[in-house]
Every structure is written in structure tokens, then in C-alpha cells.
Nanobody, 116 residues
């Protein structure tokens, strides 16, 4: 089964940028619709961006125009470029399958903190 490992989080000031990466193992990564999720303290996990195997993207209204999801199927990598970050973007970010109810085992996520 595909395993997922997120990285690239950190502490950034409002208005700043971060690029998250998700490394996947296994041979089936390229067939999945993949997405980035986030979970803030006390809140449910939410899907913020998704990308099909051939690069079609979709974004939550809260991040549209600021975040860009991309993937490299040959390298089995998923990315999230986050610009114009806001304090409300503070959360643990995860990658996983983003279509239907099937999910891979969740990784540990990467913490993003937006604060001055």
C-alpha cells in the first residue's frame, strides 16, 4: 500500500509563503486523485485542495487564489504552494486520497503556524 510522508511546514508571518511536500511510496500513486487536508485545533479535518492524476485541480473557497496544488507522478510527489498565508491557515496539513471514501493510512502531517 502507498505510504505518505508530509514535510515543509513551519512558522511563518502573515502574508508569507510555504511549500509543502508529500512523498509517496508504492506503485499506485499516479492513479489516485490526491489532496491536501488540514486540521486545526478543535476542528474537523478538511480538504483544501485536490488534483487528478492528469492535473485538474480544485480548491476550497478559503484557499482559492492563494494555494496551488501540484504533483509529479514520476517522482511520486505531491506539493502545496501556499502564498499570502493567514493566521486561520494554522493547522496540521496532511496529504491523502481525495475522491470517494477510500483513504490511505494517514501520515504524521506537517505543522503550519502563521503568526507574527
Amino acid at each position: 500500500q502507498v505510504q505518505l510522508m508530509e514535510s515543509g511546514g513551519g512558522l511563518v508571518q502573515p502574508g508569507g509563503s510555504l511549500r509543502l511536500s508529500c512523498a509517496a511510496s508504492g506503485s499506485l500513486f499516479s492513479i489516485y486523485v490526491m489532496g491536501w487536508y488540514r486540521q486545526a485545533p478543535g476542528k474537523q479535518r478538511e480538504l483544501v485542495a485536490a488534483i487528478t492524476s492528469d492535473g485538474n485541480t480544485n480548491y476550497a473557497d478559503s484557499v482559492a487564489g492563494r494555494f496551488t496544488i501540484s504533483r509529479d507522478n514520476a517522482k511520486k510527489m505531491l506539493y502545496l504552494q501556499m502564498n499570502m498565508l493567514k493566521p486561520e491557515d494554522t493547522a496540521v496539513y496532511y496529504c491523502n486520497v481525495a475522491r470517494g471514501s477510500y483513504r490511505l493510512n494517514w501520515g504524521q502531517g506537517t505543522q503550519v503556524t502563521v503568526s507574527s
